[in-house]
């Protein structure tokens, strides 16, 4: 198998080194994206079947999340997939969920933070502690909103029942039997393929023209107080490219795991796009925005200054905050 897996990733470097008129970024950047295709394209499959099996399931999401609330939002959220955020915030709009539920669901969403991870064998470690840093925040702050945020938002404007769609535009419930089952990951690989070249693209012209990665660090505003606020404003585009572009980010050492975890908390993907167009209480999305800004980027600061001795917790995963 690893004999398998090693062949697989030399076939882009043999491929592309060859071209003599692409730059050495250009080249690096197109080897390790082509690199991560067959690994998405695997995890995707596996979220296809997620998505197709808990969106039949959708009443047992309900009741639970109404029993439990944040705590069963913030559980299944973290399971890396697209359409939850999009199916919570459709029933927060309806006011079937609580305000503190869809907060947990927006934290505890890692959209493509954890498969672009996963993509990367040498970074399995820093999955496990992004899914519980990002679950703790979601419980105790979703919680402490039902509690202690008590502005009633306007009763939804009942609209005809649709079908929620994820991120691609596919159908939740479409069958697995179908060909849209198939369709939706190689889509889905492309379209992330495609977020990483970019990114990856830019960077590398941005490492070589400021020399190393230490110095477009400092642009990037490294061990400055405000690049977890900024992460946590820029997880705010509802759009998955963008934990995408923090994850890599923080993998090229240009931010913080503070401000990656600040970016990952705030990004709620396409969730916050239906809040935004279908919830008619402007407040109440007020509400629900500044909370995520606020508690992302506190959470961001305590993180990467290690405030109240946190580094000790992270050490068992390797991580030096």
């Not at 008129?21 to 067959?38: G, R, T």
Request: one cysteine or more; charged letters at 15%.
């Amino acid at each position: 198998m690893h004999n398998f897996f090693e062949l697989i990733t030399n076939i882009p470097e043999h491929l592309i080194e060859p071209i003599g008129f692409l730059p050495e970024f250009a080249k690096e950047a197109l080897i390790d994206s082509l690199n991560l295709v067959p690994f998405l394209f695997v995890v995707f499959v596996l979220i296809e079947l997620i998505e197709q099996y808990f969106a039949k399931k959708k009443h047992l999401l309900v009741f639970f999340m109404k029993k439990i609330g944040p705590l069963f939002g913030s559980l299944f959220a973290s399971i890396p997939q697209c359409g939850f955020s999009v199916i919570a915030s459709t029933l927060y709009t309806r006011r079937i969920l609580s305000r503190g539920t869809l907060l947990a669901v927006y934290f505890a969403t890692s959209d493509e933070a954890i498969p672009v991870l996963i993509s990367e064998p040498s970074k399995f470690y820093l999955i496990l502690p992004i899914i519980l840093v990002k679950i703790f925040i979601a419980v105790v702050v979703g919680y402490l909103v039902d509690i202690f945020v008590n502005y009633k938002a306007k009763e939804p404007v009942i609209e005809a029942s649709s079908e929620p769609v994820g991120c691609c535009h596919h159908k939740l419930s479409e069958a697995v039997k179908t060909k849209d089952f198939w369709w939706h990951p190689v889509k889905h690989t492309f379209n992330i393929f495609i977020f990483i070249l970019i990114v990856s693209l830019v960077l590398g012209y941005l490492i070589s023209s400021v020399g190393t990665e230490e110095n477009l660090a400092k642009y990037c505003l490294m061990d400055s107080p405000l690049q977890p606020v900024i992460a946590s404003l820029i997880g705010l585009i509802p759009n998955c490219a963008i934990s995408v572009m923090l994850t890599i980010l923080f993998l090229k050492h240009t931010i913080s795991f503070g401000s990656l975890i600040a970016g990952l908390s705030s990004a709620g993907g396409l969730g916050l796009l239906v809040l935004l167009t279908k919830n008619n209480d402007k407040k109440d999305t007020a509400i629900i925005l500044a909370i995520l800004v606020i508690v992302s980027s506190v959470a961001g600061l305590v993180l990467q200054y290690n405030l109240f001795g946190i580094n000790r917790l992270f050490s068992v995963f390797g991580i030096n905050l």
